[in-house]
């Protein structure tokens, strides 16, 4: 049976578990089987929908077990309403409403609460286990199992089966896991669009408020040169004000244009810590008059980064800026350096680390950071932190920020160029 699989009606009423073998466990040398698997596997594999996922995985379901049929099914958490269903087998059931919950009463409730396969041998005897939507599939033997649970959506794979072997169960087992694999892939690539969407959005928002007041300001002085008769002195005037605003409006343009330059020209050898040097000489007043500490724990055998100097300058000193700013009664600043393995092997990372002794970052003011145009305590001008992580990815590295209670750090990832020493 496979692993965490419970029969019910087997014998006495009741639910009761029975002796297991991995979930994952070695599927038998079938070819047949194991080409159709596959089959399934590589058309879920580019898919990043979830319906479309379901869908495909409603049509090769028949195909794998035939003479099966029952439902892939998807409630939505908040309403508990089935919000997505595909019927399948040579024979598919009707199609279900969708005010059906799948609650204990009933085995795909069972199922996907208690995460692993449920298995109804027996219709008769497990008929008071069932709920009364899945009455009638239950002339077989009937099995459910989970194939997703979270905050927002759950699944589930419910079929009817004529005696299904273990080998059945297995490849139920392997069914269910390369389907949900997908969901949860559909889930992460939909949450990252509309992470990437709402950014977007505050982003179009922040560079409409920044150009919006100089052109409206410009607007007004242009209304009234064009419309009222003016003294040389308010004519002057007038011209003055519309001349700031636009070079306003050029200074924005000019911070975009930071944002998004390449960092590619000119790339060098560096050495980090002769950059990070020249960055805390160039705020050392600055640090002094703020009552702030330094604090140096830096790895004197640090590779070579390949780098434009004055680019990764510019990045390191928008960071100690903004550990500046969130000490404002002074406090200490604590520059780190090291090296870490890169995930999956390969180049070392050299990894950089500004940490501050500043209060707290609440949550909603970390997901905004880097953001272009978002002014917090920490960047005022909106676009420091920004053109910060936009030069560090731009040298192939990444920038990341944590916060506590103990204060804030930005971490900066860049690939190692060449050995230690």
Known sequence: ??????????????????????????????????????????????????????????????????????????????????????????????????????????LCGRAIVDGAPYVARSAAAAHDQLAPWEWPLAEAALIAAPLAAGPELRAALLLAAQAPAEDDLRLIGAVCAAVGGTLARARAHRTAQHERLAGMG????AIAHEVNNPLQAISNSLHLLLNRSLSDDKRDRYLSMAQKEVELLIDVVRRMLDFSRPA?????????????????????????????????????????????????????????????????????????????????????????????????????????????????RRDTSGMGLAVSYSIIAQHGGRLSVTSSDDGTTFRVELPALGARG
């Open 1 to 106: 049976m496979v692993q965490g699989t419970t029969v019910i009606g087997a014998g006495a009423a009741g639910v009761s578990p029975v002796s297991a073998v991995a979930l994952d466990g070695r599927l038998p040398e079938d070819a047949a089987r194991l080409a159709k698997l596959a089959a399934l596997a590589l058309a879920l594999t580019p898919l990043l929908d979830a319906e479309r996922a379901l869908d495909v995985a409603a049509e090769h379901l028949g195909a794998l077990l035939p003479g099966a049929r029952g439902y892939l099914l998807v409630w939505e958490c908040e309403t508990q309403h089935l919000v997505y269903q595909a019927p399948f087998g040579l024979l598919p059931p009707a199609r279900l409403p969708p005010d059906l919950v799948p609650d204990s009463r009933s």
């Open 202 to 205: 505050r982003l179009t928002a």
């Open 264 to 376: 590619r020209d000119g790339m060098r050898p560096i050495s980090v810590h002769a950059a990070l040097e020249s960055v805390l000489l160039a705020t050392a007043e600055q640090l002094h008059t703020r009552g702030i500490a330094v604090e140096r724990a830096w790895d004197e055998r640090l590779p070579r980064v390949s780098g434009v100097a004055s680019h990764l300058k510019q990045a390191f000193l928008n960071l100690v800026l903004a550990a500046v700013a969130a000490m404002p009664e002074g406090g200490r600043l604590a520059v780190r350096t090291s090296v870490a393995p890169r995930e999956g092997g390969g180049v070392e990372l050299v990894v950089i680390e500004i940490a501050d002794s500043g209060a707290r970052l609440p949550e909603d003011e970390l997901r905004t950071l880097f953001e272009p145009f978002q002014q917090h």
